[in-house]
Every structure is written in structure tokens, then in C-alpha cells.
């Protein structure tokens, strides 16, 4: 079964403007990956934030996490028509095996 | 750093024949993962290997579906015989397990239709 689960299924902004998914999961994690998949290519791995972090940042990239509520957002700044993507949350879970357990994935289109 | 390659890339089989796919993950890298991924959803865990033993394969279909990774590197994943909703993108992974991260490389995947 799916651990995470993204909002919104789908979105479609402007080049320049900013994008914000969410990701909703279950069970307590160890840490919380996002993912991103273009078309035709496996998946790529984005950035990783802790479950005793709050936030982290890397480039253009800001993730944000609230253990209290199971929920982590990621935000892309200035989106790129090469951000047009698939994006995926992924948990690992605690005391599981190293496994990541993904979500169902938010399709960003960035319109040139 | 070559990264985790698959074959074949796209593969159409008709229901009830068998089919394999091959991975051969980063240079190094003990942990090796296969995947199932249907259209619309996210990665779904078929298997996991520790060097050439399997530490979980709990969500593996082991009436139809196979895997083995014999000599801890390259690693295939069989289905035999395949269903109609075997069609999917079958993604392999691995991981440097010496490494803090958790994060995991994923190849291309290979896309499986059954018709």
C-alpha cells in the first residue's frame, strides 16, 4: 500500500512562479525523500530531510517537515520549463529496512 | 560514475508467455531493488537483496514472479506466466550501503506491456 499520499494529483503553473506539492504519510518515519521522474526516465532522487528536521534547502528546492501532523511540502522556486515533472514523496519508515515506501505522485507541468 | 542500468527498455508480450529483465546496479553498491510502477502511481517494492540474499520480498507475486541476483551484482527479475496487469514499468535500484543516506539510484526501467 501506498505510505505517502500527494497533493495536488496535478499542477500546471507559469514558468518564473513558484510550485508547492504536499505530501501526507502514516507511519513514523526515519526520513523523507522526494523524487522526481521526467518522461521516459527512472527516478531521480531530489533531497532528503530528516525526521528530527524541520526544514532544508538545496538550490532552488525547499522541503519542509511536520512529524506532528505526518505531512512534508516541497517548494520549487522560479519554476523552469524543465521542471515539468512527476514528483514523487518517499518514506522510509522507522525501523524498516532502509526500504522507501512512495507516494502516488503530484504531475507538475510549468508552462513556458 | 555509470549509473544503474537496465534491459531491455520496452518489452510487448502476450499473456501467458514469460519475460525477464536485467539490472546491473552502480559499481559497488550491495543493496539492489526491484520496483513495480503502474501508470499513475507511485513505485510499488517488489524485492529487496543484501549482496546476493534476499532480505525482503514480501510483496513479490511468487506464484508468477522470480528474481535472483546470484554473484551480488547483476540481477533478473522473471515473470512466467504474465497477467494482463503485469503491465507496468519495472524500475531496479540500488544503494551504497556505507553511505549515511538512504537515498536510492534508479535506472530507466523497463516499460512491460501484456496485451
Known amino acids: 500500500s501506498q505510505q505517502g499520499e500527494e497533493d495536488p494529483q496535478a499542477l500546471s503553473i507559469q514558468e518564473g512562479e513558484n510550485a508547492t506539492m504536499n505530501c501526507s504519510y502514516k507511519?513514523?518515519?526515519?526520513?523523507l525523500q522526494w523524487y522526481r521522474q521526467n518522461s521516459g526516465r527512472g527516478l531521480v532522487h531530489l533531497i532528503l530531510i530528516r525526521s528530527n528536521e524541520r526544514e532544508k534547502h538545496s538550490g532552488r528546492l525547499r522541503v519542509t517537515l511536520d512529524t506532528s501532523k505526518k505531512s512534508s511540502s516541497l517548494l520549487i522556486t522560479a519554476s523552469r520549463a524543465a521542471d515539468t515533472a512527476s514528483y514523487f514523496c518517499a518514506t522510509v519508515v522507522s525501523g524498516s529496512a532502509r526500504q522507501l515506501t512512495f507516494g502516488s505522485g503530484t504531475q507538475l507541468t510549468v508552462l513556458p | 560514475e555509470a549509473g544503474v542500468a537496465q534491459s531491455p527498455r520496452y518489452k510487448i508480450i502476450e499473456k501467458r508467455q514469460s519475460v525477464a529483465f536485467w539490472c546491473n546496479p552502480i559499481?559497488?553498491?550491495?543493496?539492489l531493488y526491484w520496483y513495480q510502477q503502474i501508470l499513475g502511481q507511485g513505485p510499488k517494492l517488489l524485492i529487496q537483496f543484501q549482496n546476493n540474499g534476499v532480505v525482503d520480498d514480501s510483496q513479490l507475486p511468487k506464484d508468477r514472479f522470480s528474481a535472483e541476483r546470484l554473484k551480488g551484482v547483476d540481477s533478473t527479475l522473471k515473470i512466467q506466466p504474465a497477467k494482463l496487469e503485469d503491465s507496468a514499468v519495472y524500475l531496479c535500484a540500488s544503494r551504497d550501503r556505507s553511505l549515511p543516506g538512504y537515498e536510492q539510484y534508479f535506472g530507466p526501467g523497463t516499460r512491460l506491456t501484456v496485451t
Open positions: 507511519t513514523s518515519i526515519n526520513n
Open positions: 559499481s559497488g553498491h550491495a543493496t
